[in-house]
């Protein structure tokens, strides 16, 4: 027997057994977001406070899970923090949809994903909700924004902006925001004079030039933790410079004491202060790696030391606990203890790839400026998580992903993507995650942007803004890493409704767009990331580096040339140089090679302009916010072309200079022609539409600057030099490349028209004893034998060991050695294998099941 409606007439019967008090704002933010929409929809709310007082049949029950009569209606008890509850239930003379939460923040979410479903489906969703659970799957989901200078007074002073940016935080699940001051810039660097009068240094002030007042910094900065709270969002305060460490930054604080230990004191008496005065902090991070100002390229402990007793003194006097979270780079064991003895609770946050947007999971090994430098813990805890995951550790370690040196202009959001990063983050048992927003760092430093005039606006084109602020734009980026972060079994309608509403018919399409193209930038820094950090290489802007050196657009690549730049992942990707010196040699390794990259490159530009092309024949009337997403896809499809020919061009090109082949120069000047007609396009695409002058980081510094323009000349000075370097060879010029290097099969995978690998990996082993792998298929006579890979999580070590695998009757065989199996690391595993000439990695890239590239072991 169908069950009744739970609107009657319009109305909606809500039964509230929430016993809100004042402090629960985040509730009445939920609750209004729930009548907005069944209002728009044109329906209403009657509020009771139990079934009886209605005569309606069907009822919405609303509460938490620790309520008597809410959890009495549900089929299990539901506890773990921030747990969403959707359930239909009997009442005995009422039938009732129970939407609940396990504390606030949970119920917080389940309310807003209804008003959600009733923006998108009417009052008619109410209806088809289905019984579900959610618990998260990472406990902490965080995003970074920096504050770099006055040109972001705009946003930073504006409540509007506020309320909407943490109203899309919120409703894709993320509970904590990070505020990160003095990032490479003089401006709040230290921060203390800027917010507050720290006790006993009277004569401290800001330079009069930037006409700060500090009573409105310091107000404004309550106002965003008040506003954080509103949302539910924990609020974290983080500082960067302790002063300015660039010999280019001159300081814009006077009267700071000049000995080194009195400097140590003043800031710990200023982060105390701060402590003390903004109750409203959930947390505070740190970065205690050289470039905050103080100490020398290995360490600053006794100054670190003094910050971490200033913070815990001012913690101890608060009635909510306080997080310390302190940034790996820098961080030294003894450091991490001293933090501990204050019993303050700690966390340690690593990068999770580089500073740029790699591929979603960890690295398999350290680049050679890490690995070389283990002495120096600005180096060895640089990047990814370095030898942190060590058992049994006695401090958390969170994951924060840094976009700021693959993405800061152009769109993204790929679920894929998204779900296999928030399994990711599991590694180590790690509490979970931060992203950098969009946009980050644009505008410059202080410096930067007060040369080059403040603010600038992302388009020059105004038909392409349809948004209020430019962040609005970005909503897939918030949505997917929020809410797959949150839970990766996430119903795919979340962001399907979210597209929905958008594109209307072609939101299949768009997103489709989306999808292929969002796949670009990140394998792009995995296999060629041309140099760190992020302030010299910005992977939308970039060429990749020059053929050859001194035609560098960008003079801080000194003479790293596209084919000599070192992949961000050494470990699964060859360098062009390194690949084909291996080809030349005959003694390849089980990476994936250039070619397979460029092969990649091209089927993802191919399906992302295939898609919206789709999408705009079935818009009669394109919206601005669908023609500035389509100008993106294409422009990304662009570089994603022109760094598939520029890869075979660069091959190519080292083929000819170790054997002298003309027809090896031949084709890389076809292949760099192909290139530059992309970048061409690319650069076409961005005239008039995008800024003329898309100033980021450093600027000028680091070439974070200009237009997709600026660099032709550059690519055209390398086109000359082969077409040179041919004429001298005696050859002709040729317009279909021979192929002097093979072209290979891109899949990573295996597919249904391959023979199927399966890999049999125990999920837990117990340590000192043997860990088997198995590697199963019914075709292994193709295969020149298998090879096992296996490295304990601990990068430090650098490369994955391997064993050749022995052959059984079903597949493969191998063993890992039980004294390489301890109890303080866990094991990562995989295996390759050559097929028809190509590399093949199992699980590898893209495996429709497993969501990295290598299987771990949990040892216990």
Known sequence: MPVPSLVSDGSVVLVDRTNRTETERPLEYAFDELSRSIDGRGGSIDRVGYWTETDAETVLVVGRTDEQVVDSLLDESVSEPES??????????????????????????????LAERVDDGGLEALDAVE??????????????????GPQEDEWFFDDEFWHTFFDRLVRARFN????????????????????????????????????????????????????????????????WQQRPWRDDDESLVHGLPADEAAYAEYCATGIRTIVEEFPVLDGVQLRVN????????????????ELVEGIAAAADGRTEPLELDLRAKGLTDEMIRHAQETGIEL????????ESTGLPYHLTQMRRGELENLDDM?????????NLLEKPRTYDVLYRLWAAGTNRLFLWGDPDYARRFSHSTDLGDSRGFEVVTPLCLKGGRFFVQRDRGGGWPLFDDSDLRHYEWEDDRYWAWYLLFGRLGYSRDTDPDVWERAFRARFDDAATDVLAAYRAASKVLPLLT???LTRHPMLINWAELDTGGALFGEHNHNSALGDVTYASAEPSDPGLFYAIDEYVTDVIAEELSHKYTPLQIARWLERFAQRATEAIDRAAETLEAPSAEFTATALDVRMIADLATYHASKTRAATALCHYEATDRTQSVQDAEVYMRRAVDAWESLAERGDGTYHDDLVFALGEDSADCGTWADRVEELNADLDELETMRTEANASRIDRPAGVVPELDSDSSVSPARPRIELDVPTTCRAGTELPVDVRTDEFDEFDGMTLYYRRTNQAVGAFQSVEMNRTAWGYHATIPAEEVTSEWDMLVYVATVDDGNTVLVPGLYHP????????????
């Not at 579900?132 to 504050?147: A, I």
């Open 347 to 354: 966390t340690v946050s690593t990068k999770y790839w580089c």
């Open 290 to 305: 050289f470039e905050s100002g103080v100490g020398d390229r290995s360490t600053a402990q006794t100054f670190w030391r």
């Open 378 to 386: 600005n180096r060895h805890r640089r990047y990814s998580y370095s």
């Open 176 to 239: 904590r925001f990070v505020l990160i001051v003095g990032f490479d810039t003089a401006y709040f660097s230290p921060p203390y004079p800027f917010l507050v009068d720290v006790p006993g240094y009277p004569d401290v002030r800001v330079d009069e030039t930037l006409d700060v007042d500090r009573d409105t910094h310091r107000e404004r900065l309550r106002r965003i933790g008040d506003l954080c709270h509103r949302y539910g969002l924990e609020f974290v305060f983080a500082t």
């Open 84 to 113: 969403v509850v959707f359930q239909w239930a009997d009442t005995g003379s009422r039938t009732a949809l129970v939407v609940a939460g396990s504390d606030t923040r949970g119920l917080v979410y389940a309310l807003l994903e």
């Open 131 to 148: 019984n579900v659970v959610e618990t998260p799957d990472n406990e902490v989901r965080g995003v970074d924004r920096f504050v770099a």
């Open 526 to 528: 995995a296999a060629h």
């Open 849 to 860: 099941d497993r969501p990295a590239p290598y299987r771990i072991v949990d040892v216990q």
